[in-house]
């Protein structure tokens, strides 16, 4: 195993790919530049060479105030607390619930909670990590115990659809789970949404087509950074001021990169909203987004941005990562909420060390699983909230994972191209009936809009052939 600091990092032997490259293009700068000067963190970063992987870690001593990205400390105790005070909670319960956190999180703070190596870590992008081996993940728990004897290993967020064999795999090896939160994804085939979600698509995609705003690249606005700086601060740190700040660097680096590529909402000559896409192993997610609260809510950009989203994965046939927040609104979308958990391993740990880590296990196990549990199930329904009872004892996709989602979706798709080619085997009015059959098919909303066009042109030349052929039909024969 071989560790690149930022004084080697560009000697690391990035794959000559497009995801290579990307790669780079990302975690290059945030070596070099330190986490400090995205998301004003401090934080060690490494990346460890292990076989033909290369995965980040960051390391933290604990002190400071990191944002989440960077701490268990707030994720468990800060953002609930700043989500308390945000909450509609009632004062007497709010300042209660709020002392309760505090005292819980000194107790962590003194049993050096946030002394940890993240593996895996990708701030602000979901999905990245590798699914370990049994055989790797040994060899890295060796590897990092031993280098770094004083830290707790934390696989942060770790999501059971796309990642359930690394749970398994992890818990074989002696780490510990903790809830941490819930996601929601959207999947393009076999959980199709219902009639209503299909019509809120439609009716959230005319409206983005008559709004009047332009999808431009990033790439092709010199000079954003600021005002994209300033719709993240609106929305997630004004709004929502449980997020992480993400500073104007960023933004121009993720412009001037491939990794978050940035589309920008803009109408004479004004971004008023934006998002970021990443795209990983059939699952497409929004790292950073945020629009102008000045404006109207009747703007509908919140519901643009979302649109413009599902477009961009149903296009390529993969599902989508939605993320926590806004659940009423995605569930009556089709979104399915999943959670995420954290592993930890704290074995090689003195056992003062192991009281944070089990604060942080009844906090996340109990509290929040608990309240994730009864708020899901009043938004999306009981028979729609799967995997939320507790720590499992085998980690499986309470869904349809993506993997098995978009393998459907081909198989669908070559179903219909199947069904196109045979039809131009009929004649007359049975070739006619298929075509419009077919037709109705490819209306669905979900089906990326590449394949459906292809389609539709072949289903248009055989109509035009049968007209063609019907009129050389009734004209009479040449004397």
């Given amino acids: 195993m071989i560790l690149y600091d930022e004084t080697h990092i560009q000697t690391a032997p990035f794959p000559d790919t497009e995801e290579g490259r990307a790669t780079k293009d990302f975690l290059v700068p945030l070596f070099q530049r330190g986490p400090e000067a995205w998301f004003g963190d401090r934080a060690r970063m490494l990346l460890l060479g292990m076989d033909d992987l290369l995965i980040p870690l960051s390391l933290t001593e604990g002190s400071g105030d990191n944002s989440y990205l960077f701490s268990m400390y707030a994720r468990y105790i800060a953002s609930q607390r700043s989500a308390i005070k945000t909450g509609n909670w009632k004062p007497l319960a709010g300042f209660t619930a709020s002392s309760v956190l505090w005292g819980v999180g000194a107790v962590m703070k003194a049993t050096r909670l946030d002394k940890v190596i993240q593996v895996d870590t990708w701030p602000t ?47 074989g090896h002696g780490y510990d789970f903790s809830y941490m939160t819930h996601t929601r994804m959207q999947l393009p085939a076999g959980l199709e949404p219902g009639a ?35 719709l993240y601060r609106q929305l997630n740190r004004e709004k929502y001021m449980t997020n992480p700040p993400i500073s104007e660097a960023f933004f ?15 109408k ?12 990983k192993d059939d699952v497409l997610y929004s790292p950073v987004s945020g629009y102008d609260l000045s404006l109207p809510q009747e703007v509908g950009l919140y519901r643009m941005l979302n649109s413009l989203l599902m477009r961009e994965a149903f296009d390529r046939g993969i599902a989508i990562e939605t993320g926590g927040g806004s659940d009423p609104f995605k569930s009556m979308r089709g979104d399915r909420p999943l ?56 980690f499986a996709s309470p869904i349809l994972s ?78």
């Fill in 339 to 394: 959670p995420r958990y954290n592993a930890v391993y704290v074995r090689h740990l003195p056992a003062y060390r192991h009281v944070a880590w089990r604060l942080v296990a009844k906090l996340g196990n109990e509290s929040l699983l608990g309240f994730s549990r009864k708020r899901l199930r009043e938004v999306d329904g009981e028979a729609n909230v799967l995997g939320f009872d507790g720590i499992p004892d085998t």
């Fill in 402 to 479: 993506p993997r098995e989602s978009v393998a459907l979706l081909r198989e669908q798709l070559e179903s219909l191209e199947r069904d196109v080619e045979a039809t131009a085997n009929l004649t007359g009015r049975e070739r006619l009936r298929h075509v419009s059959a077919l037709n109705k098919r490819l209306e669905d909303e979900q089906l990326p809009r590449p394949r459906v066009a292809a389609l539709r042109e072949r289903l248009e030349q055989l109509e035009r052939a049968q007209q063609s052929d019907k009129k050389q039909r009734k004209q009479p024969p040449k004397t």
């Fill in 125 to 171: 992008l979901r999905n990245m990590g590798a699914n370990l081996t049994a055989d790797q993940v040994q060899r890295l728990t060796d590897f990092l115990t031993t280098r770094f004897a004083k830290y707790a290993l934390v696989f942060m967020a770790v999501n059971p659809a796309t990642h359930s064999p690394l749970l398994n795999q992890l818990k």
């Fill in 196 to 230: 209503s979600a299909r019509k809120l698509h439609r009716r959230d995609a005319r409206m983005t087509e008559a709004s009047g705003y332009q999808v431009v690249d990033g790439r092709d606005m010199p000079g954003c950074a600021p005002r994209l700086a300033d």
């Fill in 252 to 266: 121009e680096d993720m412009r001037l990169g491939t990794r978050i590529p940035l589309r920008l909402l803009v």
């Fill in 268 to 279: 004479d000559g004004r971004i008023d909203a934006f998002y970021g896409i990443s795209v």
